[in-house]
């Protein structure tokens, strides 16, 4: 134990002199120590041969990482389609749900889904902070799971610009659907429109960010795999711009309905 001892010493001063701060790693230089010990090496030797260790694993541990980024990063023209294709769907999904907030002359939950209160300091969904129902075709419901809320909630509505008077009697809010004017139906068509516009904006996108990815693999894929994959994003292109274009009639269809 001696031994042990004084070779930890003798370690320690040699890394550091006879001033070093004992704030070290100290598996590493025991290990060192059982080193020298059991294989008779001088610290010195010992402590090359660690550090040496050391470094192949870490050399190791790069390698393999590189490796592994190398074989993730690896794309093919399905994988770039599938993925632009994906995109292109949550544009769809967008849309339809930007579409739901607004009025067609009938009470619906969904109204209230642009609404955001603050909420220990946070904006958050209406929604997730009170409880919304449909008291009959022409009126809903807000009760709010904290009614210190109720004021918050009323003013938010209001600054939501929907057109609609919230009626707070302490307790819940009532919210009473107005029936639409021609005016009010045009506006809503404009509103339907500039969704869909925007929609079908961000699908060109998706578009132009799925052929850029085909021309960048075309050197591991060849050329014709890189334009037929271009040609299929094309084709989803249409595929889904039409798809809003459908989304965007029935909407129309229903803010017109008297």
């Not at 490796?67 to 023209?77: L, P, R």
């Not at 075309?218 to 334009?227: F, L, N, R, T």
């Amino acid at each position: 134990m001696g031994t042990f001892f004084f070779t930890v010493v003798l370690l320690f001063r040699l890394q550091w002199g006879s001033s070093f701060v004992p704030v070290i790693n100290v598996p590493y230089y025991v290990a060192r120590t059982r080193m020298a010990i059991n294989n008779r090496y001088s610290p010195l030797v010992v402590g090359r041969k660690m550090r040496r260790r050391i470094e192949m694993a870490a050399s190791s541990a790069a390698t393999t990482a590189t490796t592994t980024t190398v074989t993730t990063d690896e794309k093919t023209a399905d994988s770039v389609r599938h993925h632009t294709e994906d995109r292109m769907k949550k544009c769809v999904e967008s849309v339809q749900k930007s579409l739901l907030s607004v009025r067609t002359g009938r009470a619906n939950p969904s109204l209230l889904d642009r609404v955001q209160v603050k909420y220990y300091g946070l904006p958050t969904p209406l929604h997730q902070i009170a409880s919304i129902s449909v008291a009959n075709a022409q009126q809903l419901t807000v009760e709010p799971y904290d009614t210190t809320l109720l004021r918050d909630m009323e003013r938010s509505i209001v600054d939501a610009d929907l057109g609609l008077n919230p009626q707070n009697d302490g307790t819940i809010i009532r919210l009473q659907i107005p029936p639409l004017t021609e005016e009010r139906r045009l506006t809503m068509l404009k509103q339907c429109k500039s969704i869909g516009e925007d929609g079908k904006v961000a699908i060109r996108n998706v578009r132009r960010d799925g052929v850029d990815a085909m021309k960048k693999i075309e050197p591991s894929v060849g050329k014709d795999q890189s334009m037929d994959g271009q040609r299929a994003i094309q084709k989803l292109t249409d595929t889904y711009i039409s798809n809003i274009e459908t989304i965007i009639d029935k909407k129309d269809k229903e803010v017109m309905t008297v």
